[in-house]
């Protein structure tokens, strides 16, 4: 009984762990705005900016780029949530 009670708790927290982890892997921010886009793209253009690498990212609903910087909004954009420290965890 109890054996067949902790399964059925175990196998669920498991499973949330293991979508969590794959989330901190390679989770990411939706892309930014098409705007944004647009002005990287311009900026790339003349060669202020290097062009961004395109990555296997899984978007994060909600998750988004803080800042109104239309340039590191594109460049976080390809960045995974094991990545995000960098930033956030200053004080």
């Known amino acids: ?16 762990l293991l979508f969590a982890g794959v989330l901190y892997l390679f989770g990411g921010m939706q892309p930014p705005s098409a705007a944004a886009r647009t002005v990287y793209a311009v900026e790339v253009a003349a060669g202020r900016q290097p062009a961004v690498e395109a990555r296997f990212t899984i978007p ?3 998750c ?11 460049q976080h954009w390809v960045r995974r949530m094991s990545e995000c420290g960098g930033c956030h965890s200053r004080g």
């Open 64 to 74: 988004v780029c803080h800042t109104d910087d239309p340039v590191l909004q594109v």
């Open 1 to 16: 009984m109890l054996k067949k009670v902790l399964v059925r708790i175990g196998v669920p927290v498991l499973a949330l």
């Open 60 to 62: 994060i609903p909600g």
